[in-house]
């Protein structure tokens, strides 16, 4: 096979790859539902979201933190949130002092409270510095997700949403959908309690 049917064969491939990925995020419905519930119960009590990840996952922190902060849906209420990941002066000094690891966890000793959602990403599920952070949150009694690749790998959270997938691209995509998602069923929480 050559030319437009090569091309076209490999674009059927591409999204054959996702299909799998997709599907059990459906699948997950009741836990990505849980989860919208619990987080609009932390903003409906004055909490604030705190999100973080590494890498790649760091411009995903951003872009979940604005999704709140600023919605694009006419109507629907700013909620607060930011981004650990987008203060390299911070990031860096704590990295400096307590190592890379420790990088999202000092922040969250500093501004968690109980009232909060921590956040993290990370698309194996093996970052330290995501894990620590989630569990600094955790120990301060603020509510944590995260959102992992592949079998979620060895971070622990009260709402733990895995892409079921090892190809990073995928998984990438399915937690873009996933925190979408969130976004949106927030707000179906927070106008019923209203």
């Known amino acids: 096979m ?35 519930r619990d987080m609009a119960l932390r903003f409906h009590r004055g909490g604030r979201l705190l999100v973080f990840g590494g890498g790649a996952a760091a411009a995903d922190a951003q872009h979940i933190a604005v999704e709140f902060v600023h919605p694009v849906v006419v109507g629907k209420r700013a909620l607060p949130a930011m981004s650990l990941s987008a203060d390299p002066a911070a990031l860096t000094a704590i990295a400096l002092a307590d190592g890379p690891d420790e990088m999202f966890a000092a922040q969250l000793r500093m501004l968690a409270s109980p009232d909060d959602i921590a956040l993290g990403v990370s698309a194996d599920g093996c970052r330290p510095a995501v ?48 925190y979408h998602v969130l976004w949106e069923l927030v707000h179906v929480f927070l106008e019923r309690a209203r």
Do not use: M, Q, S
Request: hydrophobic share 45%; proline share 2%.
């Open 131 to 178: 894990r620590n952070g989630l569990a600094a949150a955790r120990g301060l009694g603020a509510l944590t997700v995260a959102l992992t690749g592949a079998d979620g790998g060895d971070i622990e959270a009260d709402h733990h949403l895995a892409a079921r997938c090892d190809d990073p691209a995928v998984v990438k995509e399915i937690h873009v959908t996933t």
């Open 2 to 36: 050559t030319g437009a049917g090569a091309t076209a064969e490999r674009v059927r491939a591409a999204f054959e790859r996702r299909r799998a990925p997709g599907l059990a995020l459906a699948e997950d419905a009741e836990a990505v539902a849980r989860a919208c």
